[in-house]
């Protein structure tokens, strides 16, 4: 699962001077108050920074925005760990950005990139876990089988008995006479992950299509959405810790 972004207060400013990115804000976050400011490291040397703009949707969907702005403008490979944005009060966002731009020779591009919700295919609601379902290459022989990007009920994503997957099972059957039971699955490099944005899913369904196009699969775009229905077991919840 992709990096989830952890909220940042005034109090880490000092943390953040010293280290290359501060800790980041947290998933679901959209607040009043709230500002951003994203910046990406491209070499020793390089670096990219947005302006200071208002924290006015979900954070993931601005970070995913912001990488993909960067690789597709500047033509620079970044992941989470080099193009990130971090969030807090303005006067902390000011004093954060004004800290990255203090490292010594070192370049900075000045992009004024803002996040608009036309950047995300589609907006994420707060709180939601979103997700799909891939069938791997051990599986099953034959092609990868892929489902839609789908909304998953927050009961279902925290049980313990993965009731997508065991739902995803015997559509694959009835569809396309996929065979192999839930004990096969668990054991493949199948999966049905979970997100905490859409545009997290779409990067991280992206990323596994161009993989599974390198191997030379073939792929089959199911348009399956979970739902449930009488193959879904009950949501086992998870004991206390």
Known sequence: MRKSISRIALTLFLF????????????????????????????????????????????????????????????????DNTAECTTGTESAIEQIRAAFKQRQNTKFVETNWKFVPDQATAASKPGAIYGYCESGTTYAAGPVYLSE?????????????????????????????????????????AACPHF?????AQDSKQHMLDQFKKANKRIVETNWKYARNADTPPAQKRGPH
Not at 34 to 44: H, K, N, T
Not at 168 to 185: C, E
């Open 149 to 189: 990007i789908f909304e998953v009920p927050l009961e279902d994503a925290m049980a313990m008995n993965r009731p997508i997957d065991q739902t995803f099972i015997p559509y694959l059957k009835k569809q396309y006479g996929v065979t192999g039971d839930y004990s096969k699955w668990y054991t493949s490099d």
């Open 16 to 79: 953040a001077v010293a280290c290359p990115f501060s800790t980041p804000a947290a998933p679901n976050q959209s607040a009043q108050g709230q500002f951003y400011v994203c910046r990406a490291i491209a070499g020793l040397y390089q670096e990219y920074v947005s302006g200071i703009n208002p924290l006015d949707a979900n954070v993931n969907d601005i970070q995913v925005a912001w990488q993909n702005y960067v690789k597709s403008t500047y033509a620079i490979a970044v992941n």
């Open 196 to 200: 905490e944005s859409v545009t997290a």
